[in-house]
C-alpha cells in the first residue's frame, strides 16, 4: 500500500509540472508576434516617402513630411522583408516602391520580379531600372495579359489586390490591397509565383513563335 505521504507528493509534483507548462504556454504566447492582418485603401494623398525609405535622411521637396499613408505603410512592410521577395505584378511605375525593391536588393535580400511582357516597356516603367541594378526579372511570352499583382515577402506574408504598382493607382484609383501572413494564402501565391518562374524561363522563350507555326 503506497503511503499517504507519497501521494501527496505526487499530487504536488503534477500540480507543479501543470504550472510549469501553463507558465511556459503564457511566455510562448507572448512572444509569438500577432498575425499579420492589414488591409490598405487607395488612393492616398500625395507624400514626401524619403523619410520612409531612408529614415533620418532630410528633404527639402515642396510634399508634406512626416505625415503617414497608405503608401508609407505599403513601403515599410515592403522593407520588413529579410530574405527574399517575390514580386509579381502586372505594370510597375511608381518611383518610390521602385526604390523600396531597389534598397531591398542593394541589402542582399533575394529579389525576383515577374512581369507582364507588354508594359514591362511602357512609359515610366520601373522595370529597367530593376534591370540595370541587377534584380532578376521573367516575363510572359503569351498573348494574354500577366495580369497578377501581388507580393510575397520573406515566404511568410503575401501583400495582393487590385492595385498595379503605378502612381496612377496610388494617387488617382480606388484600389486596395490585403496584407496577410495566413499560411494557406501564402503557399498558395508562392506556389503559383514558383510555377509562373518556371513557366517563363527565358530558356524556354520561343523568338519566332509565328514562323513556327507556319513550319518555317
Not at 492616398?44 to 505603410?73: F, K, M, N, Y
Request: aromatic share 8%.
Amino acid at each position: 500500500m503506497v503511503p499517504a505521504v507519497s501521494w501527496k507528493l505526487f499530487g504536488l509534483a503534477a500540480v507543479a509540472v501543470a504550472l510549469g507548462l501553463e507558465a511556459v504556454y503564457l511566455f510562448m504566447r507572448r512572444r509569438r508576434p500577432p498575425p499579420v492582418r492589414e488591409v490598405l485603401f487607395f488612393p492616398t494623398p500625395l507624400i514626401c516617402t524619403e523619410q520612409v525609405l531612408r529614415p533620418g535622411t532630410c528633404c527639402s521637396c515642396p510634399l508634406p513630411h512626416h505625415t503617414d499613408s497608405a503608401l508609407s505603410q505599403l513601403i515599410r512592410r515592403l522593407l520588413g522583408a529579410r530574405r527574399s521577395l517575390e514580386l509579381c505584378i502586372f505594370t510597375f511605375s511608381s518611383s518610390p516602391l521602385a526604390q523600396a525593391v531597389l534598397l531591398l536588393h542593394g541589402r542582399g535580400v533575394r529579389v525576383r520580379v515577374i512581369t507582364d511582357s507588354d508594359y514591362m516597356a511602357a512609359s515610366g516603367s520601373q522595370i529597367g531600372a530593376l534591370r540595370k541594378a541587377g534584380v532578376v526579372v521573367r516575363h510572359n511570352q503569351s498573348s494574354g495579359f500577366m495580369h497578377h499583382k501581388f507580393a510575397v515577402l520573406d515566404k511568410s506574408i503575401v501583400i495582393t489586390g487590385s492595385m498595379n504598382w503605378t502612381m496612377q493607382a496610388v494617387q488617382t484609383n480606388k484600389e486596395n490591397l490585403l496584407i496577410t501572413d495566413d499560411g494557406v494564402c501564402v503557399r498558395a501565391y508562392m506556389e503559383e509565383f514558383e510555377r509562373l518562374w518556371v513557366e517563363f524561363d527565358p530558356a524556354g522563350y520561343c523568338f519566332f513563335p509565328e514562323e513556327e507555326k507556319k513550319g518555317l
